[in-house]
T-cell receptor, first 113, second 117 residues
Framework: DGGITQSPKYLFRKEGQNVTLSCEQNLNHDAMYWYRQDPGQGLRLIYYSQIVNDFQKGDIAEGYSVSREKKESFPLTVTSAQKNPTAFYLC????????????FGEGSRLTVL | AQTVTQSQPEMSVQEAETVTLSCTYDTSESDYYLFWYKQPPSRQMILVIRQEAYKQQNATENRFSVNFQKAAKSFSLKISDSQLGDAAMYFCAYRSVGGAGSYQLTFGKGTKLSVIP
């Protein structure tokens, strides 16, 4: 079955450590996205990529980094520069037709101790 | 930049009854797409319904329908014959069709819907 796989589902890290969240899709979608979800805040866009080897900052990119070396993969690194990294992170993908919806993974919950 | 507002943080409905969730948005564009997503306790976002702004007809998907008022910039979701499985967070989202923002969704803060047996 096609879909988006995020790993790990739960992650605990000490303050000051970088962590990388994995996102893999087998939907053959060109575009991929990372959103952050906090209680009462909805979803906020961190980074997005429309094509391999290209990505753009979203609304809250500070303290995060991404890469897009393969069409299927769009990992997100939460760096030590991110001031409040504890959150729920959602990865999504879509075809490049602007009318099409985003398909989401099951999310990763990051807790920084 | 576009903004999406959901003014009802929480709502409840009796099983088998009808409930309407509100969404308003702010944009200067004439062409765009609107979406309602459902996020159940499993937390995976699921598309409920999509509306194209240039289409007058309101979208429907089984028990889910929208009331799209373009001039008022309003996009409400009506759930008929509510079921226990409808309990979830519901997010309204906006997508541009042009410019740098056209490949991302802008979300509202969500409405938590409870279904009472």
């Amino acid at each position: 079955d096609g879909g988006i796989t995020q790993s790990p589902k739960y992650l605990f890290r000490k303050e000051g450590q970088n962590v990388t969240l994995s996102c893999e899709q087998n939907l053959n979608h060109d575009a991929m996205y990372w959103y952050r979800q906090d209680p009462g805040q909805g979803l906020r866009l961190i980074y997005y990529s429309q094509i391999v080897n290209d990505f753009q900052k979203g609304d809250i990119a500070e303290g995060y980094s991404v890469s897009r070396e393969k069409k299927e993969s769009f990992p997100l690194t939460v760096t030590s520069a991110q001031k409040n990294p504890t959150a729920f992170y959602l990865c999504a993908s879509s075809i490049r037709d602007r009318g099409q919806e985003l398909f989401f993974g099951e999310g990763s919950r990051l807790t920084v101790l | 930049a576009q903004t999406v507002t959901q003014s009802q943080p929480e709502m409840s409905v009796q099983e088998a009854e009808t409930v309407t969730l509100s969404c308003t948005y702010d944009t200067s564009e004439s062409d765009y797409y609107l979406f309602w997503y459902k996020q159940p306790p499993s937390r995976q976002m699921i598309l409920v319904i999509r509306q194209e702004a240039y289409k007058q007809q309101n979208a429907t998907e089984n028990r889910f329908s929208v009331n799209f008022q373009k001039a008022a910039k309003s996009f409400s979701l009506k759930i008929s014959d509510s079921q226990l499985g409808d309990a979830a967070m519901y997010f309204c989202a906006y997508r541009s069709v042009g410019g740098a923002g056209s490949y991302q969704l802008t979300f509202g803060k969500g409405t938590k819907l409870s279904v009472i047996p």
